[in-house]
């Protein structure tokens, strides 16, 4: 597992652990059932903690995962795959997302849903929030295929491309060099 430099800034810090709840590379999955996806979601405040869910919970939530990881790849300039916006639109359904103004006069986007379809909808109004404040298209996915870790890009010209240029970025520039010298010899 791959850990990147710094977190993303606020809310988006826990859409960005979302997404990190699996390690591509290793195999290794936090949210590898019922439990441990309800365990997750209380620890971080979006499910209330009497809340029991099921496998059908637990495979909506991955779905949103991964077409989080997707959205986050197109923020590195990738196309978003077909039937994404789908997906992440029925969630956004199931969850009721409505406007909620506080007595300050703010305003934000809350689930008028319960259980893993609230915590879920929470989530992607962190995401609408965060593409409003434009803090989204910093957010992207390892630009190397096995890893896909999401990190926040701190670089002043966007332009980063891996969750740990170190690690992953050193790995790609190997690979592309090794394949170069392979043809060329």
């Known amino acids: 597992m791959t850990t990147s430099k710094a977190a993303a800034p606020g809310a988006l810090a826990t859409v960005q652990e979302f997404v990190n709840t699996i390690d591509l590379e290793g195999g290794?999955?936090?949210?590898?059932?019922?439990?441990?996806?309800?365990?997750?979601?209380?620890?971080?405040?979006?499910?209330?903690?009497?809340?029991?869910?099921?496998?059908?919970?637990?495979?909506?939530?991955?779905?949103?995962?991964?077409?989080?990881?997707?959205?986050?790849?197109?923020?590195?300039?990738?196309?978003?795959?077909?039937?994404?916006?789908?997906?992440l639109n029925a969630a956004a359904?199931?969850?009721?997302?409505?406007?909620?103004?506080?007595?300050?006069?703010?305003?934000?986007?809350e689930p008028d849903a319960a259980g893993v379809e609230a915590a879920l909808g929470r989530l992607l109004g962190i995401v609408v929030g965060s593409m409003r404040d434009e803090s989204w298209a910093r957010l992207k996915v390892c630009a190397r295929d096995e890893c896909r870790w999401a990190f926040?890009?701190?670089?002043?010209?966007r332009s980063g491309?891996?969750?740990?240029?170190?690690?992953?970025?050193?790995?790609?520039?190997a690979r592309t060099y090794r394949r170069r010298h392979a043809h060329a010899g």
Request: include cysteine; glycine fraction near 8%.
């Open 28 to 87: 290794a999955d936090s949210l590898d059932s019922p439990d441990a996806l309800a365990t997750w979601l209380v620890e971080r405040g979006l499910l209330d903690p009497g809340d029991r869910l099921g496998e059908a919970d637990l495979r909506r939530a991955l779905e949103v995962r991964e077409g989080l990881r997707t959205l986050l790849q197109a923020n590195a300039g990738h196309v978003v795959a077909s039937g994404v916006a789908e997906s």
């Open 93 to 109: 359904r199931n969850a009721r997302l409505v406007v909620r103004f506080s007595e300050d006069g703010s305003a934000s986007l």
């Open 152 to 157: 926040y890009d701190h670089s002043k010209n």
């Open 161 to 173: 491309r891996w969750c740990v240029m170190e690690v992953c970025g050193n790995k790609e520039k």
